[in-house]
Each structure stands twice: as structure tokens, then as C-alpha cells.
Nanobody, 125 residues
Framework: QVQLLESGGGSVQAGGSLRLSCAYF????????MGWFRQAPGKEREGVAV???????TYADSVKGRFTISKDNAKNTLYLQMNSLKPEDTAMYYC???????????????????WGQGTQVTVSS
């Protein structure tokens, strides 16, 4: 069973940067989709960025141009580089994975079946 372990969260001032990491292990073949999701207090979980098995990336409009998703298959690690952070980026960030190949990539959290425990990101103004 795939296990996901996030790290790299923390507190930063607006305009700053953070890099999240997600180590994944316990699988017999690599998940096709891996992504980052976030959930702020009182809000629903939302997709931030996804990368597929062909390294094609998809971003939420709110983070385009500021966040970059990438993965290192040799290290079994997924990354999220977050620049120009804003207070509205404050949330618990989760790493997620799924094996099912779909016709269209989705940022919908319900499409992902394997989740990490999350790492907190707090951006102050």
C-alpha cells in the first residue's frame, strides 16, 4: 500500500517561499497521478497542483505562476515549490496519489485515494 509522508511546512511572511516534500513508498508500481491539495479552516479541501506519469502538470488558477510541482522518481519524492506566498495560501497541505489513468486530469480531491497526514503552511501579512 502506498504511504505518503509530507514535510517542509512552516510559517513565512507574505512574499516568501517554502518548498514542500512528499516521500512516497510501499508500492509495487508508481502512482500515475500525484498531487498537492490544501484545506483551510472552515473550507473544503481543494486541488493545488497535479503531475502525471508523463510529467504533465496542472495547476489551480489561484497558484499558477507562483507554485511549481515536480517529482524525483529516483528519490521517490514529490515537491511543491511555493513562491510569492500570500496569506490566503495558509492551509494544511496534503500530498495525494492515485493509480487510475483518466482521460482528463482532475484536481478534484475525491479522485485521489492515497493521502498523507498533511503539513501546515501559515503565511502572515
Amino acid at each position: 500500500q502506498v504511504q505518503l509522508l509530507e514535510s517542509g511546512g512552516g510559517s513565512v511572511q507574505a512574499g516568501g517561499s517554502l518548498r514542500l516534500s512528499c516521500a512516497y513508498f510501499g508500492y509495487t508500481y508508481s502512482p500515475y497521478y500525484m498531487g498537492w491539495f490544501r484545506q483551510a479552516p472552515g473550507k473544503e479541501r481543494e486541488g493545488v497542483a497535479v503531475i502525471d506519469g508523463s510529467d504533465i502538470t496542472t495547476y489551480a488558477d489561484s497558484v499558477k505562476g507562483r507554485f511549481t510541482i515536480s517529482k524525483d522518481n529516483a528519490k521517490n519524492t514529490l515537491y511543491l515549490q511555493m513562491n510569492s506566498l500570500k496569506p490566503e495560501d495558509t492551509a494544511m497541505y496534503y500530498c495525494a496519489a492515485d493509480f487510475a489513468v483518466r482521460a482528463v486530469v482532475t484536481l478534484a480531491p475525491t479522485a485521489y485515494h492515497y493521502w498523507g497526514q498533511g503539513t501546515q503552511v501559515t503565511v502572515s501579512s
